[in-house]
């Protein structure tokens, strides 16, 4: 199993509403990372998680809530949130946090869409 | 801090001609890798081509092959024998070795467009 993936494919949510979204990779990696990204736009680190520990916060807001229950699996728990957070949500996993082994894989994505 | 420059937000070719996309960076680090990720439309990510900045061979995957050019701080990519599902987003990526994880620094990306 070569392959990073993401439920749901999309998701529409309200401002009040709380939902999940969900990352999976079956491949040993030690490393998984949440990116955001805005249409025809480079894809923005969020959060990553090195050996399921949170290593790395780029100052997200705290209506995102990533959550690493395992090494195979990564959480996004979202909450409140604004129009402007409407993006394609990528998943990515490495097999490790550092060193060589660092080609990142990524998954097909979430489009949210914040109303 | 590091920076990734492409300067062609849009290209296009015709099929089984040959492209390149440019891309610099800047960097004080002389240890670090580079990528070419392509992000066909509503697909998935995948990577194209990795360069070690220690290598001074060019990195070549098939039709896809680089130019580094480590004093000018350039790597660009070119694409032999362009087929349609070449069409794509293109993104080049920097990555510091030996940093404290492995973060990707994005460019802006270079739309490409495979004419048949």
């Known amino acids: 199993d070569t392959e990073v993936t993401q439920t749901p494919k999309h998701l529409v949510m309200g401002m009040t509403n709380k939902k999940s979204l969900k990352c999976e990779q079956h491949?040993?990696?030690?490393?998984m990372y949440w990116y955001k990204q805005k249409a025809k736009k480079p894809p923005e680190l969020m959060f990553v998680?090195?050996?399921?520990?949170?290593?790395i916060n780029e100052s997200v807001p705290s209506r995102f809530s990533p959550e690493c229950p395992n090494s195979s699996l990564l959480n996004l728990h979202l909450h409140a949130l604004q129009p402007e957070d409407s993006a394609l949500y990528l998943c990515?996993?490495?097999?490790?946090?550092?060193?060589?082994?660092?080609?990142?894989?990524f998954g097909p994505g979430t489009r949210l869409t914040v109303l | 801090a590091q920076t990734v420059t492409q300067s062609q937000p849009e290209m296009s070719v015709q099929e089984a001609e040959t492209v390149t996309l440019s891309c610099t960076y800047d960097?004080?680090?002389?240890?670090?890798?580079l990528f070419w990720y392509k992000q066909p439309p509503s697909r998935q990510m995948i990577l194209v081509i990795r360069q070690e900045a220690y290598k001074q061979q060019n990195a070549t995957e098939n039709r896809f092959s680089v130019n580094f050019q480590k004093a000018a701080k350039s790597f660009s990519l070119k694409i032999s024998d362009s087929q349609l599902g070449d069409t794509a987003m293109y993104f080049c990526?920097?990555?510091?070795?030996?940093?404290?994880?492995?973060?990707?620094?994005f460019g802006t990306g270079t739309l490409l467009a495979v004419q048949p």
């Open positions: 990515a996993s490495s097999p490790e946090p550092l060193g060589p082994y660092n080609e990142q894989f």
């Open positions: 998680y090195s050996y399921e520990k949170l290593s």
């Open positions: 960097t004080s680090e002389n240890n670090y890798y």
């Open positions: 491949m040993g990696h030690r490393a």
């Open positions: 990526a920097f990555m510091m070795r030996g940093g404290a994880t492995n973060k990707l620094i």
